[in-house]
């Protein structure tokens, strides 16, 4: 496993490297969605393309999962779960928080992952039982408290389509803010649960269903040694509602001011 994590971020390194060599300078003029989308094909579509290639030649077995706004993802046999481009609006706005990801899935659980954010000098990579590590050097998430941490937060894509996951996102902000020193969202939600494993965040929570987005940093996170569950404190699987990685420490009082919030499951149940 460890030469194919090797090959993995080999390969996760060179379409980071097209796609830093390609983003413009300045931000793109694109006035509606379907410019936005158009421009964004321009620079994914190779880079997918290039990622696919390198990666269906080290497991041919496997198969491709390259859908990012999928709520499910397949519970049997090999696949890889990949975005070239992860985080498209900072891509397409010539801000550095983009990252290549590539996910190998086995039987619905993340057996390796590689995170690679090319204009920010973190490769982070890890497989299951395997530890985490950043740039080469294995690392661990800090244990701090909610009054010490720097939190992040994010939605997936779609989340419109999810009013009971945006309401849930809107109270959970509105609960956490009083307790911590400050919440950011600093662009690919893969990235930032890693940054929760290498103690650069302490704690990273998101409501909606998010599974291509959440895998890699799930895998990273938990193998650093961070608490990965849903906000009810299950252990997180990809058809959860809700995703919660927080450093030792913080991660016992998140879950208490989150759980004051509610879920989109239980205010569905309400509604019915």
Do not use: I
Not at 110 to 121: E, Q, R
Not at 150 to 176: F, N
Not at 251 to 261: C, F, K, N, S, T
């Amino acid at each position: 496993m460890r030469h194919l994590l090797d090959a993995t971020e080999t390969a996760v390194r060179e379409v980071g490297a097209l796609l830093r060599a390609r983003q413009p300078a300045e931000p793109l003029d694109a006035a509606t969605p379907a410019e936005a989308l158009a421009a964004f094909e321009r620079y994914d579509r190779p880079a997918a393309a290039l990622l696919r290639e390198r990666l269906g030649a080290l497991r041919p077995q496997a198969g491709w999962w390259g859908d990012e706004w999928a709520r499910e993802v397949p519970a049997a046999g090999e696949w890889w779960v990949c975005d070239a481009t992860d985080g498209a609006v900072q891509y397409l706005s010539a801000l550095p928080q983009w990252a290549v990801t590539a996910t190998l899935l086995r039987d619905g659980a993340p057996v390796l992952a590689v995170v690679h954010a090319p204009l920010l000098g973190a490769t982070y990579t890890a497989c299951a039982g395997g530890g985490t590590r950043l740039d080469g050097v294995p690392c661990a998430p800090r244990a701090r408290s909610l009054a010490t941490a720097v939190a992040a937060t994010s939605q997936p894509p779609g989340a419109a389509g999810d009013p009971a996951a945006l309401r849930a996102a809107g109270a959970s902000l509105a609960a956490v803010l009083p307790h911590v020193p400050a919440v950011r969202n600093l662009g690919p939600t893969a990235l930032q649960a890693a940054q929760v494993g290498s103690g650069h965040l302490t704690l990273f929570w998101q409501y909606g269903a998010d599974p291509a987005n959440l895998l890699p940093g799930a895998l990273l996170a938990a193998e650093a040694g961070a608490a990965v569950t849903d906000a009810e404190g299950r252990p997180w699987t990809p058809g959860a509602a809700s995703f919660v990685a927080a450093a030792p420490g913080a991660h016992a009082d998140l879950l208490r001011v989150l759980r004051a919030v509610g879920t989109p499951e239980q205010e569905g149940a309400k509604r019915m």
